[in-house]
């Protein structure tokens, strides 16, 4: 099973002399004679161990600590391997929870919490975790973790649990942005918050708005990608320097004669620095369409920082309503995607 990702930061930071003060009170069962529960804070990219606690006769032990903003709490037992508890306590928070350590899964099962909506959400997720080692889910793990965050986009735990995800982020990226639009303006300082607004910003997938782009064309005039909705748009990143990107316009001319009449529009922004070659590949190449934008900024173009360009050639297709359908199509496979649009 794929690892949930810790994204380790600075946590501990805020803790100043007008913080309140935090309770946890947690009731281990299960554990061993003479187990010891280490709390650990995420600091500098590694876990840095803070306190070890020992519970009395009844397992439990308790935290009290002055907490200014949100902040994880980290349990887990004083061996190697040992499974974690993420708890993300908030300010003047009394949080009272029951968990089963469970050897044989080497596993932590929250049975009973109290406390915000945070301990909610991450006491189901331990049990959905649980359910999936001990037996096999009708309901694969993925979809109902996906389910449980989408209920919960404005809880602050969600930010952090859907790192979860982090290696399948294309496939999960409107999920990214429901909880970054759920929680964004609340808690805009967050360090999770902050990470899956900036996932979200920075990697434009298929099923996201694809931003505006506002830019000078040939004639000095100023165009705006949002003026097309309504069409189906290839933004297409090219340049005149660039031999693939030169090779690849013919397919483009074919495909723009083929389907403009259908509703298909060409938006070009050219990653030259050069005005005159520019205007003379446009002309060569016979891009006859009229959406041809560049900053003359190089790899420094605006739209192609705002979209993540790195490599050219590179497209982004982008449907009546806004919404990126696929991107980095080419050849067959943008003229397969376009018969397949416009068959509908």
Not at 50 to 67: E, H, M, Q, W, Y
Not at 179 to 186: N, P, S, V
Not at 242 to 257: A, K, Q, T
Request: proline share 5%.
């Amino acid at each position: 099973m794929k690892k949930l990702l810790v994204i380790l930061v600075a946590l501990t930071a805020g803790l100043t002399a007008t913080a309140q003060k935090s309770t946890v009170n947690c009731t281990f069962k299960g554990l061993e004679s003479g187990a010891r529960i280490v709390l650990s804070n995420a600091q500098g990219g590694r876990l840095v161990p803070v306190d070890t606690l020992t519970p009395n006769a009844k397992g439990l032990v308790s935290i009290t600590r002055p907490v200014a903003d949100p902040t994880m709490m980290i349990l887990s037992l004083n061996k190697s391997n040992s499974p974690m508890l993420h708890l993300l306590v908030m300010p003047k928070e009394k949080i009272t929870l029951t968990v089963d350590y469970m050897p044989a899964t080497n596993q932590f099962n929250i049975t009973s919490s109290k406390g915000s909506d945070n301990m909610r959400v991450y006491k189901e997720f331990t049990n959905l975790l649980v359910r999936t080692r001990l037996w096999t889910p009708e309901i694969p793990f993925e979809q109902s973790l996906d389910s449980l965050l989408s209920a919960n986009t404005s809880t602050l735990m969600s930010a952090f649990l859907v790192t979860y995800f982090e290696q399948a982020f294309e496939q999960y990226a409107p999920l990214y942005k429901k909880i970054r639009d759920g929680l964004i303006d609340k808690w805009p300082e967050n360090e999770f918050v902050k990470h899956v607004d900036s996932r979200v910003r920075t990697a434009l997938v298929a099923g996201m708005e694809a931003p505006d782009i506002v830019m000078a064309d040939r004639n000095g005039n100023t165009r705006r990608l949002s003026d097309l909705r309504g069409k189906v748009v290839l933004i297409d990143f090219w340049a005149s320097w660039c031999r693939p990107c030169r090779m690849e316009n013919p397919n483009v001319v074919r495909l723009y004669s083929q389907f403009h009449n259908k509703g298909f529009e060409v938006f070009s922004v050219s990653l030259d620095n050069n005005r005159d070659a520019w205007l003379k590949a446009i002309e060569d190449d016979h891009l006859s369409w009229p959406n041809h934008v560049s900053d003359l900024r190089g790899w420094s173009s605006a739209a192609g920082r705002l979209y993540g360009i790195q490599s050219i050639p590179a497209t982004v297709l982008v449907a009546p309503d806004g919404k990126i359908m696929a991107r980095n199509l080419r050849g067959k496979d943008l003229e397969n995607k376009l018969k397949e649009i416009f068959a509908q």
